[in-house]
């Protein structure tokens, strides 16, 4: 089993819809929980992260963690064209960093 | 992305053939580190390093080889090229506050042929 699934996708949304992307991960050690965006032959680049279980919102975009079902998500509000990338989460214990395979979103217009 | 350079962006070599993926970041980070991304399988990581000297195996790192003489460059060397080796190739630094502070470079797109 995978220390973190991700859902491939890919997801194709019109623009405005709230997109949700989840994963589960497998370890309950694992401390923090991020979430990166990738676009197209570009380095993925931190979007957000939490360490404890609850929300945490920062503009459009919502973080989730659940510890006690091991699910994270992001939810992206009022979705647009610019937010079209590959969104990857990231969870880390130590110096152990486990990326999920990333869900490819494209919003159309 | 600010900070990490990586050169080149495109490399084509032939199999059996050595070259060495370039690495460089000016943020005085101690920690940096090696992934190779491919279709399903997420980012993996090759090799990482937690200071000038000191480098250490993650969960690919057969095939590949690193070094640190200095805080500033981690080179990844690939001494005998294989086809499985053609992914793309991240390198990433981050600074005392941990994961917040990882900076990704460009990324090094390579085939083997």
């Known amino acids: 089993q995978k220390e973190v699934e991700q859902d491939p996708g890919p997801l194709s949304v019109p623009e405005g819809a709230i997109v949700s992307l989840n994963c589960t991960y497998s370890n309950s050690a694992f401390q923090y929980f991020m979430w990166y965006r990738q676009y197209s032959r570009k380095g993925p680049e931190l979007l957000m992260y939490t360490y404890s279980s609850g929300n945490k919102e920062d503009g459009r975009f919502t973080a989730q963690v659940d510890k006690s079902s091991k699910y994270i998500s992001l939810f992206i509000r009022d979705s647009q064209p610019s937010d079209s990338a590959t969104y990857l989460c990231?969870?880390?214990?130590?110096?152990?960093?486990?990326f999920g395979t990333g869900t490819s979103l494209t919003v159309i217009p | 992305n600010a900070g990490v350079t990586q050169t080149p962006k495109f490399q084509v070599l032939k199999t059996g053939q050595s070259m060495t993926l370039q690495c460089a970041q000016d943020m005085n980070h101690e920690y940096m580190s090696w992934y190779r991304q491919d279709p399903g399988m997420g980012l993996r990581l090759i090799h990482y390093?937690?200071?000038?000297?000191?480098?250490d195996q993650g969960e690919v790192p057969n095939g590949y080889n690193v070094s640190r003489s200095t805080t500033e460059d981690f080179p990844l060397r690939l001494l005998s090229a294989a086809p499985s080796q053609t992914s793309v190739y991240f390198c990433a630094s981050r600074g005392g506050g941990g994961w917040t502070e990882a900076f990704f470079g460009q990324g090094t797109r390579l085939t083997v042929v």
């Open positions: 390093s937690v200071g000038a000297g000191i480098t």
């Open positions: 990231a969870i880390i214990t130590g110096n152990q960093f486990y």
